[in-house]
């Protein structure tokens, strides 16, 4: 059996930290073969830097996913050119630096993970349904993981059965709540709408509560988001999938402030 932790938006210091402190933890208790984990706002409070992408590796995650803010930092060309494992959304313009999808060599079997980036109320990018069909036929991989990175429940589910049977795994990352449906999709895939964020619970999305209250409130005026203070609560995903057959046996949710004993 394959385990993957799949873990959820990684939001500013608290969230980073809390990474760094207990992932290896996390997968040692667990068993975790592989590790993909979304940090496009792993910097106060969007995109990702090079000092931080090198410490996310050295705790324990093998391959990191982006969004929406993958260039919302200045470092974020140069990382994306230096981190082959950081990915980008793969339906962005071919242009822009980065890559949308790479393979890793396990050895016994080789997987490969995907970036995609939804069209409904996000920014400009192509078909995300027809990026995933081209990379299907491109990648050598045994194993194929996708985050849909999307604001609805509804793209991300579509994405789960365009690709049921032939994506070992498909999550949704962005809205940062967790969903309550993982579950295994007729073809065989594992499937949850959202993973969830790892970050101050007591906020809103990551940010202190005040400050979106007001950008609520007032509507129309502008406010600098500011990351929240707090307890963090790890969100994300365990996913078995059988090597003969590629197909997901079980689907597990996390979440938790401290690792359970």
Known sequence: MIRILAVGDIVAEEGREFIYNNLNRIRDKYQVDFCVANGENAAN??????????????????????GNHTFSNKEAASVLEDFPYIIRPLNYPPELEGNGYVTIDLGNLKIGVINLIGRVNMGPADCPFHAAERALQQIDAD???????????????????????????????????????????????????????TGVMDSILGVKKEIILQFYYQSGKRFRFEKAEGEVWFNGCLFDIDPD?????????????????
Request: proline share 2%.
């Open 45 to 66: 409070t969007n995109g990702i830097t090079k000092d931080i992408a090198a410490t996310l590796f050295e705790r324990g995650v093998d391959v990191i996913t982006m």
């Open 143 to 197: 194993i194929i993981i996708v985050d849909m990175h999307a604001e609805t429940t509804s793209e991300r589910l579509a994405m789960g059965n365009f690709l049921d049977g032939r994506a070992s795994v498909v999550f949704g990352t962005h809205t940062h709540v967790q969903t309550a449906d993982e579950h295994i999709l007729p073809g065989g895939t594992g499937y949850i709408s959202d993973l969830g964020m």
């Open 245 to 261: 057959t590629k197909k997901a046996v079980h689907v597990e949710r996390l979440r938790f402030s401290k690792l359970p004993s």
